[in-house]
């Protein structure tokens, strides 16, 4: 019997069998040759599937044969395969290229032609051999090689919960409860603005709304929720009325009112034996407490059976430590003494999925802007390719003014918004060709005017332009907009 007729002999049987079981009540027995039918059915579907992933696969392998990565910390790409040749292009360290030609010089130098893409198309060029590797991992530091890059199995869309294009704006609880939200309401209905990023655990640990996570593990959070569960359901609805598609932001490891009420999981400070503060005043957890991890994935679990389309979690890392160099007067309080920094928050992200994919919403995770164009997770345990593996979308903060002055080579980046975010586009484009399974890519682009950065620009409906353009000229057609005040450049956005 051939497939197509198997296929065929099954379905009817299962039409059948189904028809008897709606008539009868109860299910049919089915007959030993309806199983064998069945089992050679599911069997040979099974061969197949085997044998298309084993194709794949081989053509994968084939294609990394002629894979390498980028072992400078940057490198030019040459017009010619000479050190004097024009300059037609540069990458980052650890960054992977396509080889297509190699040349060999009279001195025994070995040059490679790649091919890569630009916003004009496929460009060739030339690099030295003698700055790549044929395995990344060679450049990675211990710590990054632990990480899971394997391809994860990750939900295209869900039936009763379709991906958008987001284009969003950042709404605070007091908007969501008060005028702010028609304000912001009538701004989705007049411009492309189809998305509302929505804090239902803020930065001070405090829920939007009560929730039974909450009184669990923070009772004080409770306490001080911004608006009663009936008024949000109201709220939630007029969203849904009006096909805006809503996030949820979840602060995830900055936590003062978990801290205070569980101080023996906070952050120490050796110097001081006190709970460690950061420069904002506000006490941090630590991150490998999986008490927290539990506490921040329930709160996500019961935001999704409330309406989210999306799970947010921001502050998903450590403390800024100077690169590190605060790690010998901080105490992380990490049981498990083998697991890095980007270990922990690559395993948060992990357990978030694979639970909250049950709830059918999407996983997305906030990282610094420069994450995408470093060689390594700066301190905080956020490395691109880690979070990015395991993650539905990943929003790397974009904002001009949020980096330091000579940045991409730009005097004052926060003066020079298109080009900031331009290339810090380019380079999380680049990052995310190393795995196969990588996030959507959406950034936070900045709405306001950074008064406390020397050199700064005022910013408006221009400045924004400008970001959402650098974006789609690398092929980014999704951004979220950041104003604390939440008043937004509306021009901008029509």
């Not at 189809?194 to 655990?201: G, W």
């Not at 009006?242 to 932001?249: D, E, L, P, S, V």
């Not at 101080?263 to 005043?281: C, E």
């Not at 700066?378 to 539905?392: I, R």
Request: proline letters at 3%.
């Amino acid at each position: 019997m051939n497939k197509n007729k198997k296929i065929l002999v099954a379905a009817i049987l299962a039409l059948t069998m189904g028809s008897t079981m709606m008539l009868s009540g109860c299910q049919a027995p089915a007959s030993k040759a309806d199983e064998t039918t069945t089992k050679e059915v599911y069997e040979e579907n099974k061969n197949q599937k085997s044998e298309e992933n084993a194709s794949k696969e081989e053509s994968n392998k084939e294609e990394q044969k002629n894979i390498v990565y980028i072992s400078a910390s940057k490198l030019n790409v040459r017009q010619e395969a000479t050190k004097d040749s024009s300059i037609v292009d540069s990458f980052m360290k650890g960054t992977g290229v396509k080889v297509i030609e190699e040349q060999t010089k009279e001195n025994g130098d070995l040059w490679y032609k790649i091919s890569f893409d630009t916003i004009d198309g496929e460009k060739t060029g030339w690099i030295k051999s003698d700055y790549t590797v044929k395995d990344r991992t060679e450049l990675l530091s211990e710590a990054l090689r632990v990480l899971d890059f394997s391809p994860q199995e990750k939900v295209d869309a869900y039936t009763n919960n379709p991906r958008v294009k987001v284009k969003g704006v950042y709404m605070t609880e007091h908007s969501f409860i008060g005028q702010g939200f028609e304000r912001l309401l009538k701004l989705a209905q007049e411009t492309e603005i189809n998305a509302f990023v929505i804090d239902v655990k803020d930065d001070d640990g405090i829920m939007l709304f009560p929730t039974e996570a909450a009184a669990k593990h923070s009772p004080e959070a409770n306490k001080r929720a911004r608006i009663s569960i009936e008024k949000f359901q109201e709220r939630m609805q007029i969203l849904k009325d009006n096909g805006i598609y809503a996030i949820a932001r979840i602060v995830t490891f900055k936590d003062p009112t978990y801290t205070k009420q569980h101080p023996d999981r906070a952050i120490l400070d050796k110097r001081t034996g006190k709970t460690f503060v950061s420069r904002d005043k506000l006490r941090w957890a630590s991150p490998h407490d999986r008490e927290l991890w539990n506490y921040d994935i329930e709160v996500a679990k019961e935001a999704a059976r409330l309406g989210f389309n999306e799970i947010q979690f921001d502050y998903v890392r450590f403390p800024a430590s100077n690169g590190n160099k605060l790690d010998k007067v901080l105490d992380y309080r990490n049981v498990s003494e083998d697991h890095s920094k980007p270990q922990t928050i690559q395993h948060f992200l992990q357990q978030a999925y694979r639970e909250l994919s049950k709830e059918e919403v999407y996983i997305s995770a906030d990282i610094f802007g420069l994450v995408g164009s470093v060689a390594d997770d700066m301190g905080l345990g956020q490395y691109w390719e880690g979070v990015s593996n395991v993650t539905d979308y990943v929003s790397p903060m974009m904002y001009p003014s949020h980096y330091a002055n000579g940045t991409y080579k730009l005097s004052v980046p926060d003066a020079y918004p298109y080009e900031t975010v331009y290339q810090g586009t380019k380079d999380s484009i680049a990052r995310n060709k190393n795995i196969e399974t990588p996030a959507t890519i959406r950034p936070w682009i900045q709405d306001f005017t950074a008064s406390w950065v020397k050199g700064h620009i005022k910013y408006g409906p221009k400045q924004v332009k400008d970001q959402i353009r650098a974006l789609k000229e690398n092929g980014v057609d999704e951004y979220l907009l950041w104003n604390a005040a939440n008043k937004y450049s509306q021009d901008a956005l029509k």
